[in-house]
């Protein structure tokens, strides 16, 4: 099985940084995708970044140029870094982590969620 732990939310004023951090463990042969999604009260949840193995990424519009997301591969740890946030980013930011074991099966792991609170 593979776990997920999710670190680094909390309340921000806008315009302010965080960075979330997520690490998975486990059974794991190679990780495929990890990503970083959210769900604001009321909203379904959404992508709001994502890093494949090969290294490339992709954002939701609305936080290119302002979130940032990183990968160490010896760590298995994906990194969000969201900087000029703002009261719409508010939500609960989940942690995805689609990988592979040694029998080569896949799994699809979600983090338990960590809140991210943009107010003044």
């Known amino acids: 099985q593979v776990q997920v732990v999710e670190s680094g939310g909390g309340l921000v004023q806008p315009g302010g940084s965080l960075r979330l951090s997520c690490a998975a463990s486990?059974?794991?042969?190679?990780?495929?995708?990890m990503g970083w999604h959210r769900q604001a009260p009321g909203k379904e949840r959404e992508l709001v970044a994502r890093i494949i193995s090969g290294g490339n990424t992709n954002y939701a519009d609305s936080v290119k140029g302002r979130f940032t997301i990183s990968r160490n591969n010896a760590k298995n740890t994906v990194y969000l870094q969201m900087n000029n946030l703002k009261p719409e980013d508010t939500a609960v930011y989940y942690c995805?982590?689609?990988?592979?074991?040694?029998?080569?099966?896949?799994?699809?792991?979600w983090g338990q969620g960590t809140l991210v609170t943009v107010s003044s």
């Open positions: 995805n982590v689609q990988s592979f074991d040694y029998s080569r099966r896949m799994s699809s792991v």
């Open positions: 486990g059974n794991i042969f190679t990780i495929t995708v």
